[in-house]
C-alpha cells in the first residue's frame, strides 16, 4: 500500500490487479449514493470477485441467476432479486453513474458538475485538463485525474461495455428539458421544513436552474431558502450579514 503526499488515505497502487482495489471499486460502484444495488451488498461483492465471476464493475451485467445460486448463503430468491437489482440499475442518471464508477477525487458534488457541463461520458472522455479547469470549482487534480482514468485502456473498455449493456452515460433528454439557467451564479442555502416540495426537490431545482446548493451561510450566499422550524441561529447569521430569507412559494416563483 501506499500513501501519497498530503493524502491520508492509502491505496494499492497495482490498479487493476490488487483483489482489495478490484473489490473496493466495485462495493463503491453498488453503494446507496452510487448504483444503490438492491440485493448486492458488500459481502456479496467479496464472494462475486473470489468465486471468478466479476473482475471489474461491468462484468455484474453479465452475471446471471444460475451463477449466483451455488454462492455461499444465495437462496433462489436472493440470487433473484440480486439480479433484478442489477437490471434496475440501469434507470440511474448519469450524475451517479459517474460517481459510481469511481474516477479519483470526483466525488458526488464534482460528479454532479461534471455532469451538468459535459452531458455525456463521451463528451467528458474528449475534454482536455485545460477544458476540465474552466468547469466552475474543478482545479488541476481533478481534471489530471478525470484525463488520466479516460487514458486508460481497460477503463475505456469497461466504459464501453458499460454502454453496450444499457447503464445511463448520458443526460436524458427529459432531464435536459428542465435545465435552465435562470439561477445562475446564485447559491442558496435550503434551511427548515417545507410543505410544497420536500427540502430534496427544492435542492434539485436549485441545481436544474443553474444554481448551487451550500450547506452553511456565508457572505458569498445569495439567498435562504427558509421553511417552517429553520434553525434560529441560521436566522440570526443571516440577518446580521442580510442575507435574504425567502419563501418556499417565492423561490418557486423564481423558476417558474
Not at 7 to 17: D, I, Q, S
Not at 211 to 220: H, P, Q
Not at 228 to 236: A, E, F, I
Request: hydrophobic share 45%; proline share 2%; glycine share 8%.
Amino acid at each position: 500500500m501506499e500513501r501519497l503526499e498530503g493524502e491520508a488515505k492509502h491505496f494499492c497502487p497495482n490498479y487493476n490487479g490488487c483483489n482489495p482495489q478490484i473489490i473496493g471499486r466495485i462495493q463503491h460502484f453498488i453503494s446507496r449514493k452510487a448504483m444503490d444495488i438492491e440485493g448486492l451488498g458488500g459481502e456479496t461483492v467479496v464472494l462475486l470477485v473470489n468465486a471468478g465471476l466479476i473482475a471489474n464493475y461491468a462484468d455484474l451485467y453479465s452475471v446471471t441467476k444460475a451463477q449466483v445460486m451455488p454462492l455461499e448463503r444465495m437462496a433462489e430468491k436472493s440470487a433473484e432479486n440480486l439480479v433484478q437489482g442489477i437490471e434496475a440499475s440501469k434507470q440511474i442518471p448519469f450524475e451517479r453513474v459517474l460517481f459510481a464508477i469511481g474516477i479519483r477525487f470526483v466525488g458526488e458534488t464534482v460528479a454532479k458538475k461534471l455532469a451538468k457541463h459535459y452531458k455525456s461520458i463521451e463528451a467528458l472522455a474528449h475534454a482536455s485538463i485545460e477544458d476540465l479547469e474552466k468547469v466552475d470549482e474543478i482545479g488541476i487534480k481533478i481534471a489530471e485525474s478525470v484525463v488520466a482514468f479516460f487514458s486508460s485502456e481497460e477503463n475505456k473498455s469497461i466504459i464501453e461495455r458499460l454502454k453496450d449493456h444499457g447503464v445511463q452515460l448520458a443526460v436524458s433528454e427529459a432531464q435536459l428539458a428542465n435545465q435552465t439557467n435562470k439561477l445562475l451564479g446564485k447559491s442558496f442555502v435550503v434551511s427548515g421544513v417545507f410543505e410544497i416540495v420536500s427540502r430534496d426537490a427544492l435542492k434539485k431545482l436549485i441545481e436544474n436552474n443553474g444554481g448551487k446548493n451550500v450547506a452553511s451561510i456565508s457572505s458569498k450566499t445569495d439567498f435562504i431558502v427558509a421553511g417552517d422550524k429553520m434553525g434560529p441561529s441560521k436566522k440570526v447569521k443571516a440577518e446580521k450579514l442580510n442575507i435574504p430569507l425567502i419563501t418556499e412559494s417565492e423561490f418557486l416563483a423564481m423558476v417558474k
